[in-house]
């Protein structure tokens, strides 16, 4: 092999989840896995058994440095432990829409906090030796459509506020980016040389490896004349060897290829000194717990029910309380130990006889439900709990061949990437034939009635009962969105009769014709619901001193290539809610969901509690923050409207031509709320605790040390009891010369925070740094920063509509800062 085929060789990938290696280059086959929430395997099912962390919006509402720090840290040695050298995250796109499919990863929708904890979660997976890649390059701020629509944003929108994270994850040292699968005004991300080149490399000055993101280029030359260096995953399709011959031809620069070995072999060296060494299980979980908790935002306590008392009497009623949603339904997701307890399970723990009742009160509703409640038995062995899954070809003539390959499953959902067991790689089957896989396990019902059974798959799908056809569907995998594909195409239900006590046998079958990138399919059945579940639920909240209702949504609601046509939850859940309140005005309404929900019902109840898809401690840390062990330390990483049309954007999909117009700007989460005068539910920042933290003196001084513009801070004071956390909120306002804002622009936007903690009876001073860079703004005609001249106003604040104090300062055009009396 020629220099520049083996140039070449190294910037496709291998195969799904590793590169190429070249020792004379000094480029070693490196290992990328997912890992926004944890460490994923090569096998994205139930048998990659990991450490799951609190999602991207969870640790955003944490507002704590050292908490995501820790986070990462933990991440970072699992990944090391596991032979990974690249972990893809985290994601730091911004929740532009609660509508967005992926919300529950992003670290929520102001660029400021997302860099900040964007970064801090980069320092610590970097510094067990993994690489972390920031995605998805850029403003892949919503799923519909993701792979094709072209997002249309203005120069000054683009770098203030959807390129800041990115610019964050720069200057933190961020090993390797992802460009994301859209267009950014006309070009596609991972062929765009002013993203790529001038803005990464030649303005930030970074010297990281960019991929793209999975089956997410489309040309050979834009590609690498753009400054793309790794085609992700492999087989090369546009680089690789297709590299190699554009540059014999004369179409793309050796250059661009030499490049991207170099940036290829300094992530090679960054990460060849990685320790396998990992803590003990108690002490990791210990992190993922504490991280829980301060996620945790509590929005409302009016009367202070929580803590719970001791000695109080509780019902615990909701789907949620013993069917959580831990993380989304995207690939990235984590399979779970079996020591991982629900909030139903910690709380009879932690209460005991406290615990009077337990009522579901309404139905969660998944988009498959899962099979396994009802104890199936794989048919291979009937011993062994699960299913028995055969996997056969299909020829050309439609003949099915005997089983080729058999597995003993225990999920309901089966995902293939690139091949199959028995059949082999999907790219190698002839044109004209394919491939047919059978699920197959017994089933003893313990109720008579009817059973509700779902599937779903890339391919024609049968459902049999003891050998007779009980129904078809199924759907066929999109070729530009396989993903897509397998997470939300059409399910089919199916009602059959089931008696108490008489084995059956279940059979789901699906046939595809043709390999594709990946096939899947989902299965799953339960028995139809009782009609008095709120009857229940409503006795039970009245013979309790305090109701703990817990709702949300499944990890379905969470998925990528979709996303959410409402923030409400379920209508059942809703009116559950609504008649538990009326019950009993104790009610604490506990809501497991990763967005802006919607919450009509907020003033009924005498607690609200958000707790995100918070991580595989959720149930522990639960139990400890509801009895007051620990605090709930978060405040909101996104704005909560009162109604679904006082957000900026509600509607995510590109028209009809591809384009996704950012029309909005800047005005985006909290400060489309300023601007346009609109009253949330709860506001950005917002959230409660325990501790009786009293705020005194503010100050704006000159820093003493000399490396920022100046420190503004508070000194707070907590009362006799219980200590706890606070966190200082810093947002800067540009004003005009008449002391208002200016039109069209944020009327005011995070610039610092700190997270303390505060013990009873002591006074703590907390300074926030300012930069210049905080009081600039960016100038499309000179294309970089400059200082914005003129009245600012600084704003200390417990959240960003509670002011606790405002120094008025004037910044001269040399970018000096002058201060004035206050307001």
Known sequence: MNELDALARLTAGADMHTTHSDPVRLVRCLRLIDGPMGVTGELLDERDVSLLAPSGIALAATWNRETVRAVGELLGEQAAARDVDVLLGPNLNLSRSPAGGRTF?????????????????????????????AKHLVCNDTEAGRHGYDVRIDEQTLHEVYLAPFAAAARAGVWAMMAAYNKLNGRHCAEHPELLTRILREQWGWDGVVMSDWFGTHSTVGSLAAGLD????????????????????????????????????????????????????????????EAAADSFVLLKNDPAVLPLAAGTSVAVIGPHADEP?????????????????????????????????????????????????????????PDEPGFTVTYHRIGTDGTVSEPLAT????????????ELPGIGALAGLPAGSGGLVRVSCLLTPETDGTYDFHFAGTGDVRLSIDGAEAGR????????????????????????????????????????????????????????????????????????DTALVFAGVTQDSSLESQDRDALALPTAQTHLIEQVCAANPRTVVVVNAPFAVDMPWADRAAAVLLTWFPGQEYGPALADV????????????????????????????????GRLAYTEGALVGYRHFDARQITPRFCFGHGLGYADIRWRAAHLHADPAGRHLALVGVTLG??????????????????????EAEPGRPEQQLAGFAAVHVAPGQDRRVDIPLDMRDLSVWDTRAGGWRPRAGRWEIRLARSSRDVFHRFRVYVDRAGRLRTGPTG
Not at 359 to 371: D, I, N
Not at 509 to 536: K, N, S, W
Not at 718 to 739: F, I, S
């Open 105 to 133: 990863e992003h670290f929520g929708e102001d660029p400021y906090l997302a860099g900040t904890l964007g970064a801090a979660w980069i320092t610590g997976v970097q510094s067990k030796g993994v690489a972390a890649c």
């Open 230 to 289: 790794l085609e992700m995953p492999g087989p090369a399709r546009h680089l690789g060897p297709a590299a190699a011959a554009a540059v014999r031809a004369g179409d793309a620069c050796a250059t661009a290829v030499e490049q991207s070995v170099e940036r290829l072999a300094l992530l090679s060296r960054r990460t060849a000194g990685r320790s396998p060494h990992t803590r003990p299980a108690a002490e990791a979980r210990r992190v993922l717990h």
């Open 325 to 381: 949603a831990y993380q989304g339904g995207t690939f990235a997701r984590i399979a779970l130990g079996p020591e991982v307890r629900t909030p139903l399970a910690a709380l009879r723990e932690t209460l005991g006889p406290r615990v009077v009742a337990h009522e579901p009160g309404a139905r969660s509703e998944p988009r498959v439900p899962s099979l396994l409640p009802l104890a199936p038995k794989a048919t291979g062995s």
């Open 407 to 418: 597995d003993t499953r225990a999920t309901g959902m089966l995902v293939w990437f690139t």
């Open 473 to 544: 569907g199924g759907s066929r995998a999109m070729p530009a969105d396989v993903m897509g594909a397998l997470l939300h195409g059409d399910v089919t239900r199916i009602p059959v009769e089931l008696t108490a006590g008489r084995q059956v046998r279940v059979d789901f079958e699906m046939r595809f014709t043709g390999g594709g990138r990946a096939q899947g399919m989902q299965f799953g059945a339960r028995p139809t619901a009782p009609t008095d579940l709120v009857e229940r639920a409503v006795r039970a909240a009245r013979a309790a």
């Open 626 to 657: 509801l009895t007051g062990v620990l605090e709930p330390g978060g405040r909101l990483p996104v704005t909560l409207a009162r109604k679904d049309s006082d957000h900026a954007v509600t509607s995510t999909g590109p028209s009809a031509d």
């Open 718 to 739: 907590c009362e006799a009891g219980q200590g706890g956390k606070e966190v200082v909120q810093v947002y800067v306002a540009p004003l005009t010369e008449t002391g």
